[in-house]
């Protein structure tokens, strides 16, 4: 799951930021295993409602309501920003990104979108033709309907140019495609911060000159927050953080509290689903339901997007003093809790450094702290450190030690 074989570990039991194998070795996990744990494993609070609603109704296909999906549905309606606000459930990323595709299309009655480099989306075939780069040449008869176009990956710019200084050329090329390359585009799909690409932050202009090149063509913007929701980015969603509302957000991993459950909040006035559209068994499961909503009450409560705000720039700050003395540690990103170090062989040639980044990782799983690194379609270079958002500053101290400790092993 991390980017390298984790040497055959079980793990058995789980408390906050930390999670213990079959032997009895303890972890801190930097990883909240797929960034899904932003309240920590198996929080009392949220074990206690899912425990009541199992009493009373395990399972409910999407035909009928229950109190949970109802509530659930207002909370999200009232917590998202803009006029996002209706709400359609799934199970999984994929699934997810995959109604926010159909809805696009059922809306705009086209059927062709802009992605980015880097992107990541799922695993189905759509969302698969949807990520780049793309990891198996069998699938490529899907890709035809996805027209990717750069991204704004400041450190590694496909232009070779310094921002501020480059006037955004990589969102200039989304306009440029839009109107000479790109016929029946009916939506841009991104994420706000591109995950499994390497946790690449965009300039903080970049978005909101998205939303105005879809704005100047009538076209539908999709934000992919399937990593970045409920608190990780330091706000509740990214779209308050870049100030951007998109006309569809996806969400998954955290919503549920560990137990699986996705969707999608639209635009109040786009078009909803038809009968047999999008539908899937256990979306409208009660007990992820339940879930999501004590784990929604956690994190507004706690104010954890407030806190991984805080760990984030605590945590940016320790890398940043270790970045002067490792020549191994090429870049820092943020924001919030989604920070991450790009590892290079050399910081002038920016040569990654693939192997050295599974080592780091090995060394901290053997020192009990779990990193979580990039692997998609072979990148492996970034090392993640995306623990719980209620992870507790000597942790983080310690997680730091720790990655310093494995530096100085691996260079």
């Not at 799951?1 to 972890?27: F, H, N, S, T």
């Not at 109190?67 to 309606?77: E, G, H, I, M, V």
Request: aromatic share 8%; charged share 25%; proline share 6%.
């Amino acid at each position: 799951m991390y980017g390298w074989d984790p040497a055959g570990k079980v793990l058995v039991e789980g408390k906050g930021c930390i999670v213990k194998d079959i032997d009895g070795k303890e972890y801190l996990d930097c990883a909240s295993q797929a960034f899904v744990l932003n309240v920590g494993y198996s929080h009392p609070e949220v074990l206690k409602a899912v425990t009541e609603q199992m009493r009373k109704l395990s399972h409910c296909i999407e035909e009928f309501d229950t109190p949970p999906r109802l509530k659930l549905a207002k909370k999200l309606a009232e917590i998202a920003p803009g006029k996002l606000k209706k709400c359609h459930f799934s199970t999984s990323g994929g699934d997810a990104v995959e109604s926010a595709l159909k809805l696009a299309m059922l809306n705009m009655k086209r059927h062709k979108f802009i992605t980015l480099y880097d992107g990541y989306h799922g695993r189905t075939l759509a969302t698969m033709a949807a990520s780049y780069p793309h990891t198996h040449n069998w699938f490529a008869p899907f890709m035809e309907h996805f027209v990717r176009v750069p991204n704004p990956y400041c450190y590694r710019c496909v232009f070779k140019l310094e921002y501020p200084g480059c006037d955004l050329l990589c969102a200039e090329q989304i306009d440029v495609t839009i109107s000479k390359a790109a016929e029946n585009v009916g939506a841009v799909l991104l994420e706000p911060v591109q995950g499994n690409g390497g946790s690449i932050t965009p300039p903080k202009e970049y978005l909101p000159t998205v939303r105005k090149i879809c704005d100047k063509y009538g076209l539908l913007l999709i934000f992919d927050e399937i990593q970045t929701a409920f608190g990780r980015v330091g706000k509740m969603f990214a779209a308050q953080l870049y100030q951007t509302i998109p006309d569809i957000m996806v969400f998954g991993k955290a919503l549920g509290g560990g137990f699986p459950l996705s969707g999608i909040i639209a635009r109040e006035n786009l078009e909803p689903f038809g009968s047999g559209d999008d539908a899937t068994t256990f979306a409208n499961n009660p007990v992820s339901c339940a879930a999501a909503l004590a784990n929604l009450e956690i994190i507004e409560r706690e104010n954890l997007a407030k806190h991984a705000a805080e760990m984030g720039n605590y945590i940016t700050t320790r890398l940043r003093e270790l970045q002067g003395k490792y020549p191994l540690i090429g870049d820092i990103r943020g924001p919030g809790l989604m920070t991450a170090a790009e590892l290079v062989e050399d910081p002038a040639t920016k040569k990654p450094a693939p192997d050295e980044a599974g080592r780091l990782c090995e060394e901290g799983l053997k020192r009990g702290v779990i990193f979580g690194r990039n692997r998609y379609a072979g990148k492996g270079n970034v090392v993640k450190i995306k623990p719980p958002l209620n992870i507790e500053k000597e942790q983080v101290d310690k997680i730091i030690d720790v990655f310093e400790e494995s530096l100085k092993t691996v260079t």
